[in-house]
């Protein structure tokens, strides 16, 4: 896999465990900020918790999956990337309209809403 590639399945992989990470187990939890957080590799990983390198590799992959499987039954990842480009779509039309603070507060608003 290309670096590039490797960099774009982490950076999904670590989107969809902040909105979905209190629905895995502690064990998934804790492998998944392991490898993908902690840039551990498999090896150091399996030493730290005494167990195989194929069984780390096993429940990342599982961890992965059910990540993918909450995102396409909830959608929470792809309406928080939807919601945030119309906002700045919105944000720049207000922009271009001139001085408009009330709508720019309004639009902070909303933004904050994801921030909780």
Same mark, same amino acid.
Request: hydrophobic content about 35%; cysteine-free.
């Given at each position: 896999?290309?670096? $590039? *590639?490797?960099? @774009?399945?982490?950076?999904?992989? =670590?989107? /969809?465990?902040?909105?979905?990470?209190? /629905?895995?187990?502690? +064990?998934?939890?804790? !492998?998944?900020?392991?490898?993908?957080?902690?840039?551990?590799?498999?090896?150091?990983?399996?030493?730290?918790?005494?167990?195989?390198?194929?069984?780390?590799?096993?429940?990342? *992959?599982?961890? $992965?999956?059910?990540?993918?499987? !909450? @995102?396409? +039954?909830?959608? /929470?990842?792809? =309406?928080?990337? +939807?919601?945030?480009? /119309?906002? &700045?779509?919105? &944000?720049?039309?207000?922009?271009?309209? =001139?001085? &408009?603070?009330?709508?720019?507060?309004?639009?902070? *608003?909303?933004? +904050?809403?994801? @921030?909780?």
């Amino acid at each position: 896999m290309s670096a $590039e *590639k490797m960099l @774009e399945k982490t950076n999904r992989i =670590n989107l /969809l465990f902040d909105f979905y990470q209190n /629905l895995l187990t502690e +064990k998934q939890q804790t !492998y998944l900020k392991f490898y993908f957080q902690d840039d551990y590799s498999l090896g150091e990983i399996a030493e730290q918790f005494q167990i195989s390198r194929q069984a780390i590799y096993e429940h990342i *992959k599982r961890a $992965e999956q059910v990540l993918d499987q !909450y @995102e396409s +039954k909830l959608h /929470l990842v792809s =309406n928080y990337i +939807k919601r945030n480009e /119309l906002i &700045n779509q919105l &944000n720049d039309y207000i922009l271009d309209l =001139n001085d &408009n603070d009330q709508m720019l507060d309004i639009i902070q *608003k909303v933004r +904050k809403i994801d @921030e909780i």
